[in-house]
């Protein structure tokens, strides 16, 4: 059974005993600071495990004489580039591309990657680049794997992956994001990371290794943490 974000907010008022207008009310910033705890949790989600359900692929062309591409807009995690005839290409640091083909003129089918920022940032435009070596040749069509950065619960996303599949890792990193704002007790807070990091550890098994392994190859996975 999942936690809608309705849910998740009164679960959230629930075990915190906090009513307040203080917690549920936007302030000077347009959010409601309960609503930025369930955004960090979120985000760091995110950032601690690996989402089978956030993974994406796209193909894009990367035409002849050129060497950059944009970042899709939602891209959170480069997985891989390949050609899409089955070549991968390796992702290296921007300096390593730049210098595998220190001349401008020499083209080729690219064979390395790196991500650069062009020191501008918009909500539209993230400034950010793929750069590509050798420049291509040729018109090449390649093939992009990405977790991407989904949309997140609120008063216009009732439902998300994590709130309908991982209801328990999404209001326990809550609770522990409230634990902060509400300056509780570091016992408190200590038991709330407990139960994160117990349910974050299930969570991971599940998403890293039962869905990505089959029982004809490795055999029966228990299912314990």
Same mark, same amino acid.
């Given at each position: 059974?999942? &936690?809608? /974000? #309705?849910?998740?907010?009164? *679960?959230?008022?629930?075990?915190?005993? @906090?009513?307040?207008?203080?917690?549920?009310?936007?302030? *000077?910033?347009?959010?409601?600071?309960?609503?930025?705890?369930?955004?960090?949790?979120?985000?760091?989600?995110?950032?601690?495990?690996?989402?089978?359900? /956030?993974?994406? @692929?796209?193909?894009?062309?990367?035409?002849?004489? @050129? @060497?950059?591409?944009?970042?899709?807009? =939602? &891209?959170?995690?480069?997985?891989?580039?390949?050609?899409?005839?089955?070549?991968?290409?390796?992702?290296?640091?921007?300096? /390593? #591309?730049?210098?595998?083909?220190?001349?401008?003129?020499?083209? *080729?089918?690219?064979?390395?990657?790196?991500?650069?920022?062009?020191?501008?940032?918009?909500?539209?435009?993230?400034?950010?680049?793929?750069?590509?070596?050798?420049?291509? =040749?040729?018109?090449?069509?390649?093939?992009?794997? /990405?977790?991407?950065?989904?949309? *997140?619960?609120?008063?216009?996303?009732?439902?998300?992956? &994590?709130? =309908?599949?991982?209801?328990?890792?999404?209001?326990?990193?809550?609770? #522990?994001?409230?634990?902060?704002?509400?300056?509780?007790?570091?016992?408190?807070?200590?038991?709330?990371?407990?139960?994160? =990091?117990?349910?974050?550890?299930?969570?991971?098994?599940?998403?890293?290794?039962?869905?990505?392994?089959?029982?004809?190859?490795?055999?029966?996975?228990?299912?314990?943490?």
């Amino acid at each position: 059974m999942g &936690l809608t /974000y #309705v849910q998740l907010k009164q *679960g959230i008022q629930d075990w915190m005993e @906090n009513d307040s207008t203080e917690f549920t009310t936007a302030t *000077g910033s347009g959010k409601a600071p309960i609503d930025l705890c369930i955004e960090l949790a979120e985000q760091r989600l995110l950032r601690e495990s690996d989402i089978a359900e /956030y993974h994406k @692929n796209t193909t894009f062309t990367l035409s002849a004489g @050129n @060497n950059t591409f944009d970042v899709p807009q =939602d &891209l959170y995690v480069t997985r891989y580039i390949k050609h899409q005839t089955g070549t991968f290409l390796e992702e290296k640091d921007q300096t /390593y #591309v730049r210098e595998f083909t220190q001349n401008e003129a020499t083209t *080729g089918s690219p064979e390395y990657y790196a991500l650069y920022g062009e020191g501008s940032y918009s909500s539209s435009d993230r400034g950010t680049k793929f750069l590509f070596s050798p420049k291509a =040749d040729v018109d090449y069509t390649l093939e992009i794997g /990405y977790t991407i950065l989904p949309t *997140g619960l609120s008063s216009g996303n009732a439902n998300t992956y &994590l709130g =309908d599949y991982a209801p328990d890792v999404i209001l326990y990193a809550s609770l #522990v994001e409230a634990s902060y704002f509400m300056k509780e007790a570091p016992d408190q807070l200590q038991r709330y990371q407990g139960l994160y =990091d117990r349910a974050l550890q299930t969570f991971l098994r599940q998403e890293q290794q039962r869905k990505r392994t089959d029982e004809f190859t490795t055999g029966e996975i228990g299912t314990k943490g």
